[in-house]
């Protein structure tokens, strides 16, 4: 568990002990006790990897929506686990095995509350992959017959898309992809006229990875419960920026990944709304997952514990507990009007540089700040290299989107993402290399 607190100098420091509490928790009390009213200057402090050079530049962050950098309470929260307690979870056993679980069951907790789930419907994964593969392969391997179809946006992630894919050729089902507007948002016309007594199962995304716009799941699922069918939401781009409410979207199924939220990589949560979750066949079989296992039989566990098979990976929950905690702490409108500050100082310096195209919408309405964009005449490893010598880390390529990027008339795109720690100062670097390559 950790506390913050001020030395003589009035630098913020972590102290770290680790007890009965829970870590989440106890960031969530000491980090809105302080820092509510902080500003991105302050918040910069807690990101020490912001603290190097690169290219003996300052790093200029700009590859968030890829992964985010951590801040200093969820490096201790996952350290702070394995110093001391670093014991296989079991509520039953010796000290610090029963603190492990208690740990383990908190960071359920307080992650089912960041979207307003109940801790019975979260079950952990590897990631947002991870997750709709255990969907796809679980719930779509028990429901999915002939003729069946799944619809999915043109703007979604391989991640998205994939999964169902393999899953529709195993069962003899089908996916159909609706389109979007050339400002990028979804084609509701064109997913209803799609949508039939076949259709099962609508697969979106929140926000996409390369639009970075704030996609409306209630008029997805309003649409999808005309014909019965099912949502699912990839909330990877969502969760990290917008306030998620599971119950307030209507949908069905969300995923999303810990590491592009402050928190550790190789974890991440798969929701599904508990009756779902409880007709879905175990994804994965073994230890913890069963119990009174004889030879021939075994007691399936209930919740998201029958989809946990092994040892599971409990740094990482706590982990991702206490990235939501610093979150809320920050305070989510702090946060997203800072982001809405950085959102139209980029979209300010992108129509400045000439022969420069941004994908889909070019207002700050509606979006996270997430933006792809190619420059004429600039190959676009020519833009991630210039940029790169000069500190400022941004992606290039399909982004895992080719049908979505050739709807734009690319093969490839440069993507700036800025997060909470970004600085307009970051902005305007960013601004003046592409300027200076475009020239
Ligand atoms: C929209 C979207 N969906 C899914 C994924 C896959 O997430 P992960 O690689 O964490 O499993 C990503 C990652 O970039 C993404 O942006």
């Known amino acids: 568990m950790s506390h913050m607190d001020h030395d003589t100098s009035g630098r913020r420091t972590w102290l770290w002990t680790v007890g009965t509490t829970v870590a989440g928790l106890a960031v969530t009390r000491t980090v809105s006790g302080t820092q509510v009213a902080a500003s991105p200057v302050r918040w910069r402090t807690d990101f020490p990897a912001l603290g190097q050079l690169i290219n003996g530049k300052p790093l200029a962050y700009l590859d968030s929506a890829a992964t985010t950098l951590r801040p200093e309470p969820v490096i201790e929260a996952i350290a702070g686990y394995y110093r001391t307690i670093n014991a296989n979870p079991s509520a039953t056993l010796h000290t610090l095995a029963r603190r492990s679980a208690e740990e383990y069951a908190a960071a359920r907790t307080a992650v089912a509350r960041f979207i307003n789930a109940d801790p019975r419907e979260i079950v952990w994964t590897r990631g947002t992959t991870e997750g709709i593969n255990l969907f796809a392969s679980s719930w779509g391997g028990a429901n999915l017959r002939s003729g069946d179809e799944i619809l999915v946006s043109v703007a979604e992630h391989y991640s998205n898309w994939l999964p169902w894919r393999a899953i529709a050729r195993r069962t003899g089902a089908v996916v159909r992809v609706f389109g979007v507007h050339d400002d990028g948002r979804l084609n509701l016309e064109d997913m209803e006229r799609m949508l039939s007594p076949r259709t099962r199962l609508v697969a979106v ?52 990944s810990s590491h592009k939220m402050l928190g550790p990589m190789a974890t991440g949560v798969a929701w599904a709304r508990h009756e779902i979750l409880e007709a879905m066949p175990p994804y994965q079989t073994g230890s913890n997952m069963a119990h009174e296992v004889t030879i021939d039989e075994a007691v399936l566990e209930h919740d998201g514990q029958k989809f946990q098979a092994g040892t599971p990976n409990v740094s990482g929950p706590i982990g991702l507990a206490a990235a939501c905690a610093y979150l809320n702490g920050l305070g989510r409108p702090a946060i997203a009007e800072h982001e809405q500050t950085l959102t139209k100082r980029a979209l300010d310096v992108f129509t400045r540089v000439r022969g420069l195209k941004l994908i889909g919408s070019t207002t700050a309405d509606d979006r996270v700040p997430v933006f792809c964009f190619t420059i004429d005449g600039v190959p676009v490893p020519a833009i991630v290299k210039a940029l790169d010598e000069e500190g400022i880390a941004v992606r290039g390529g399909d982004m895992a989107a080719l049908p979505l990027l050739e709807r734009f008339g690319t093969k490839a795109a440069a993507r700036v993402s800025a997060y909470l720690y970004n600085t307009v100062q970051d902005i305007d670097r960013l601004g003046a290399v592409l300027d200076r390559l475009a020239r």
């Open 205 to 256: 995304s929140h926000v996409s990875n390369v639009l970075g716009l704030i996609n409306s799941i209630p008029e997805v699922v309003r649409r999808a419960r005309s014909v019965k069918a099912l949502v699912f939401v990839d909330g990877a781009q969502s969760v990290p920026h917008v306030p998620v409410d599971v119950r307030a979207l209507g949908c069905d199924f969300m995923a999303f």
